[in-house]
């Protein structure tokens, strides 16, 4: 079982704004990445660190971080949005850990 | 640019092993830290062990401890992962990725290779 705990599916409506979150004791000391992923296609960080997106990411992407919750946030959710988003911080062990995944559908 | 180009697919019997390739370009490979991350089929991301290179330092999830080796060519920039006495539950796609220091408290995986499936059936 994963130590990072994320909601399986979420669902938004096009244009609306999506928190993803992902729950784990190991977010208190260290920040979370996370992780678009498509089908059929490799991950791609959207978020990492203190709320830091690569270039390329729509700034409609942000992270931000509260006691053992992180959380991704899609503000203006566009249908290219719909994907699995994965968290991933450090687990107990200091070795590297997913969350479960959260399925996004755009309605 | 980095690059990670992984090795083609691979079909496996149970109880065999399986070595995965994943070469880098445009970076420097051996202050790079390479991880393995896997993903059953309908299934999330899981990983599995890194290495760095110019450390020879290699650390691996638990699960994994007892049947993954992972280790580098830094001569031809190269990072395997190799994992043994191989079950159907191995069946996956393997991803290598480079994994870069985010300070002051976390780490990104910022550049992947495009996937190796395993497939082991008898």
């Known amino acids: 079982s994963s130590e990072l705990t994320q909601d399986p599916v979420v669902s938004v409506a096009l244009g609306q704004t999506i928190r993803i979150t992902c729950q784990g004791d190991?977010?208190?000391?260290?920040?979370a990445s996370w992780y678009q992923q498509k089908p059929g296609q490799a991950p791609v960080v959207v978020i990492y660190g203190k709320n830091k997106r690569p270039s390329g990411i729509p700034d409609r992407f942000s992270g931000s971080s509260s006691a053992n919750t992180a959380s991704l946030t899609i503000t203006g959710t566009q249908a290219e949005d719909e994907a699995d988003y994965y968290c991933n911080s450090r687990d107990s062990s200091g070795n590297q850990v997913f969350g479960g995944g959260t399925k996004l559908t755009v309605l | 640019q980095v690059q990670l180009v992984q090795s083609g697919a691979e079909v496996k019997k149970p109880g065999s092993s399986v070595k995965v390739s994943c070469k880098a370009s445009?970076?420097?490979?051996?202050?790079?830290?390479i991880s393995w991350v896997r993903q059953a089929p309908g299934q999330g991301l899981e990983w599995m062990g890194r290495?760095?290179?110019?450390?020879?330092?290699?650390n691996y999830a638990q699960k994994f401890q007892d049947r993954v080796t992972i280790n580098a060519d830094e001569s031809t920039s190269t990072a395997y992962m190799e994992l043994s006495g191989l079950r159907s539950e191995d069946t996956a796609v393997y991803y290598c990725?480079?994994?870069?220091?985010?300070?002051?408290?976390?780490?990104?995986?910022?550049?992947w290779g495009q996937g190796t499936l395993v497939t082991v059936s008898s």
């Open positions: 290495i760095i290179p110019i450390l020879g330092i290699t």
């Open positions: 190991s977010l208190r000391s260290y920040y």
């Open positions: 990725a480079r994994e870069t220091s985010s300070p002051p408290l976390g780490v990104v995986f910022d550049y």
């Open positions: 445009g970076g420097t490979f051996s202050s790079n830290t």
